[in-house]
């Protein structure tokens, strides 16, 4: 039996964000994008996907995907066939980074959430490139359509977040950790812990990409999870 892939979309995105994934990955098994505009707490989040994913599937996600996976993962781990976490973060956030939140939250409810997205998602965090911008663009306006409101809930989830360390040493499905060699938000060395902390976890770092590998190089991401689903 083909298991069905679910996709959790990063950070105030949606199904673009994947759109190679799911024009490639969905010839060959039923694709579903997860919703992460749903629930004010990262574990509310999984409560509600929980009720609507698969009976059993494989995960994935990147960026606040990923922190939304790790807790679906937490909760029914029998549900989960495989795992593949991209340039995200295990751990919760540091005081400091909780508190860095509050300002944009304050921006976002004023009407400056253009502004604010480009505070949150600065080019520096994508690989250096022509193309930089113009991704860029299209992820500003993923953030327009959905809106200030989301914004401040998602940043509420991020703050309130608990720490998945102890999930990831008891997950047991084939796991690929991916991320960016450029990806100043969630650095290489973070995945590098992750995988350390995951029994027979592979980790993947891709040259050309930065924070957001599935649009920087959305070829080699595809490759690379039809590789993991083929395990």
């Known amino acids: ?13 949606d199904a673009r964000l ?24 990262i ?3 999984a409560a509600l996907l929980l009720d609507q994913l698969p009976a059993r599937f494989a995960l994935a996600g990147l960026s606040m995907g990923g922190i939304v996976a790790m807790e679906l993962i937490r909760r ?26 509050e300002p944009m939250i304050v921006g976002a409810k004023a009407g400056r959430l253009d502004e604010v997205m480009r505070q949150a998602m600065q080019p520096e965090f994508l690989a250096p490139g022509p193309q930089r911008m113009a991704i860029l663009d299209r992820v500003y306006q993923m953030a327009r359509d959905l809106g200030p409101d989301l914004f401040e809930r998602q940043s509420r989830a991020l703050q ?14 084939p796991t690929l950790i991916l991320c960016g060699a ?8 973070r995945h590098t812990f992750m995988a350390e902390l995951i029994p027979g976890a592979h980790l993947q770092v891709i040259e050309g ?7 920087e190089t959305p070829e080699i991401v595809t490759q690379a999870l039809r590789d993991w689903l083929a395990l």
């Open 1 to 13: 039996m083909i298991e069905p892939l679910v996709l959790v979309p990063g950070m105030m995105c």
């Open 18 to 41: 994947y759109e190679h994934q799911l024009l490639h990955l969905s010839r060959e098994r039923a694709v579903t994008i997860a919703p992460v505009t749903q629930g004010d707490r």
């Open 43 to 45: 574990e509310d989040i």
């Open 76 to 101: 029914a781990p029998d549900r989960v066939t495989r795992l593949c976490l991209m340039d995200t973060e295990a751990m919760a956030d540091t005081p400091h980074i909780a508190a860095a939140r």
């Open 160 to 173: 309130r977040r608990p720490d998945q360390q102890s999930t990831l040493r008891k997950i047991k499905v």
């Open 182 to 189: 450029h990806d100043a938000l969630t650095p290489v060395k």
């Open 209 to 215: 990409a930065g924070h957001l590998p599935v649009l």
